[in-house]
């Protein structure tokens, strides 16, 4: 387990939305997602707000909630660690 609230939160956010994507969202994940937004919710400002619009909306439209989480808790990761180093070889014509 990570010591860091915005990896914990972040992992928890990810695999909900993507099990929401996939059709697979169940009761026991709702209440881990509800349990992980309430132990970080004084480290990550917005993150229960943010879980609770999911929760209302997962049901209707679960792509677009699911969408909306992965944008949220893609936002927590600051941006220097969301730029991919580029490599001489990434730049070779045939693999464009």
């Known amino acids: 387990m990570t010591q860091s609230p915005v990896v914990a939160f972040g992992l928890n956010a990810t695999a909900a939305a993507m099990k929401a994507k996939s059709g697979s969202f169940g009761l026991r994940d709702q209440l881990d997602l509800a349990r ?3 132990v970080h919710a004084e480290t990550i400002p917005f993150c ?3 879980v609770e619009f999911f929760l ?3 049901n209707g439209s679960p792509a677009a909630a ?3 989480l ?6 927590l990761v600051p941006q220097k660690l969301q730029e991919q180093p580029e ?3 990434q730049k070779r014509a045939d693999l464009q």
């Open 56 to 58: 209302a909306t997962v």
């Open 87 to 89: 490599f001489d070889w």
């Open 70 to 75: 992965l944008a949220f808790a893609q936002a």
């Open 36 to 38: 992980s937004a309430l």
């Open 48 to 50: 229960c707000s943010e």
């Open 66 to 68: 699911a969408n909306r």
